[in-house]
Nanobody
């Protein structure tokens, strides 16, 4: 059974940094694309960043230049380095394992950025 466990969320002041991690088990991690999504109160879940199985990345315009997605296939773990955080980055952040016809989700981790 596939499991995704996020960690690293918390409360940070504007301008600060956080690093999220997503540990994956129960599947061949290196074979699939992964992504970070976020959902703020009253808003739809949105893509933050995505990384392919071979490390190609793409980002939402709102986080380009501030966030970096990466993966360590040896550790079955994906990361999101978030710098220059803004209050509008406040949301629950979810990691996703993207397989053909199916996406598996983690439980989410709260990121709160105070002004």
């Amino acid at each position: 059974q596939v499991q995704l466990v996020e960690s690293g969320g918390g409360l940070v002041q504007a301008g600060g940094s956080l690093r999220l991690s997503c540990a994956v088990s129960g599947t061949i991690f290196r074979a699939y694309a992964m992504g970070w999504y976020r959902q703020a109160p009253g808003k739809q879940r949105e893509l933050v960043a995505r990384i392919s199985s071979i490390g190609e990345t793409n980002y939402a315009d709102s986080v380009k230049g501030r966030f970096t997605i990466s993966r360590d296939n040896a550790k079955n773990t994906m990361y999101l380095q978030m710098n220059s955080l803004k209050p509008e980055d406040t949301a629950v952040y979810y990691c996703a394992l993207i397989r053909p016809g199916r996406t598996d989700w983690g439980q989410g981790t709260q990121v709160t950025v105070s002004s």
